[in-house]
């Protein structure tokens, strides 16, 4: 058996490929609100949310004018961004209504709720808050009993 991974490790940041810069920085600054920090050339920029370097990186480097993978082709599947609260993920939810971007689906994990959709690239997004640990189901066993039921979006909508 090997010995587990450091318990504090954490994912920092992803690197996108994208077709379009500027479109890109439209979505992710535009309507998601993440923040420029830096861009690096003509090819790449780098945002974040609370002044952090970089959560998402965005590059054309070989990808300019591309397409999205088909589908049946492996990759990605989606990138999860952690919003603090129910109140965060209420604001995300009205600027994407705001700005007229559909949702894949919307779900109830019984260790989150979340929402889905799909940046101008194709890339798969999940915009989520987790419930406290204290909360998460378990099984008989003490187990993680995650699930996936509807997420109620207009209770969601109605935080102030």
């Known amino acids: 058996m090997s010995t587990p991974i450091h318990p504090g490790v954490?994912?920092?940041?992803?690197?996108?490929?994208?077709?379009d810069l500027e479109r890109s920085l439209a979505f992710y600054c535009g309507v998601l609100g993440f923040q420029l920090t830096q861009r690096y050339g003509l090819g790449a920029a780098f945002v974040s949310a609370g002044g952090y370097h970089h959560h998402?990186?965005?590059?054309?480097?070989?990808?300019?004018?591309?397409?999205?993978?088909?589908?049946?082709?492996?990759?990605?599947y989606h990138v999860a961004l952690l919003y603090p609260d129910r109140k965060a993920l209420a604001d995300a939810l009205r600027?994407?209504?705001?700005?007229?971007?559909?949702?894949?689906?919307?779900?109830?994990?019984?260790?989150?709720?979340?929402?889905?959709?799909k940046d101008p690239d194709g890339n798969g997004l999940e915009l989520y808050v987790d419930r406290d640990p204290s909360e998460w189901p378990r099984d008989a066993n003490g187990e993680l009993a995650m699930r996936t039921g509807p997420l109620d979006l207009e209770t969601l909508l109605s935080l102030e």
């Open 10 to 19: 954490r994912i920092g940041h992803v690197h996108l490929k994208v077709a």
């Open 56 to 76: 998402i990186g965005l590059n054309t480097w070989e990808s300019r004018g591309g397409k999205a993978p088909p589908p049946g082709t492996t990759g990605l």
């Open 95 to 117: 600027r994407l209504i705001e700005h007229q971007i559909p949702l894949d689906g919307a779900a109830d994990h019984g260790v989150s709720e979340a929402l889905y959709l």
